[in-house]
């Protein structure tokens, strides 16, 4: 039991090559030593290898691994593109919308008020104190429509650049 409990220690082994300088005695046959030097293994040259000259088979395939390397760089390019766009698009709509909502909500507010504004008058109109009488066909004023086509464009205002020009609608003069 006191055997596994030992702590393993690793011992260095000795190395088969001993440097050039390392010496060893050898006992030569009339009792003297010399010493002999070891000399270092023999490294044999590099063997060059025939190479092989490229076949019509490998040079389709070359080709075809190049063509392959175009395609997936595109296919990559597009698929970043069309990511960027669908992410673009996407904050444009939500903008939109967002400025769709608000407007929404002003619509409903201006003809919230413009029901209240119709009832008060409609309440004062009631009321005998303002005397509101309904129009008499004596008193209606008859306008003259003016030839459009005459006005020259120098004598139209013209827009500032900050402002936008409103179109010309045939509506008539009054009533």
Avoid at 6 to 27: D, E, F, G, L, T
Avoid at 64 to 82: D, G, R
Avoid at 93 to 99: E, G, R, T, V
Avoid at 126 to 155: C, W
């Amino acid at each position: 039991m006191s055997a596994a409990l030992k702590s393993y220690v690793p011992r260095p082994v000795p190395s088969r090559r001993r440097s050039a300088a390392a010496h060893a005695a050898v006992a030569l046959s009339d009792g003297s030593t010399a010493i002999a030097v070891e000399s270092s293994p023999k490294v044999a040259a590099p063997v060059i290898l025939p190479t092989a000259v490229p076949g019509p088979a490998v040079q389709v395939l070359s080709k075809l691994h190049l063509v392959s390397s175009v395609l997936a760089a595109a296919v990559v390019a597009l698929t970043l593109i069309s990511y960027g766009t669908s992410v673009y698009l996407n904050r444009q709509l939500s903008q939109a919308n967002q400025q769709l909502n608000r407007l929404q909500r002003s619509e409903q507010q201006i003809a919230a008020a413009n029901e209240v504004l119709k009832n008060h008058l409609a309440k004062q109109a009631e009321d005998s104190n303002f005397r509101f009488q309904p129009p008499q066909p004596g008193n209606v004023i008859f306008l003259q429509p003016t030839d459009r086509t005459a006005a020259q464009p120098s004598q139209t205002p013209k827009a500032s650049p900050g402002h936008l020009r409103l179109p010309k609608v045939d509506v008539p003069m009054g009533y």
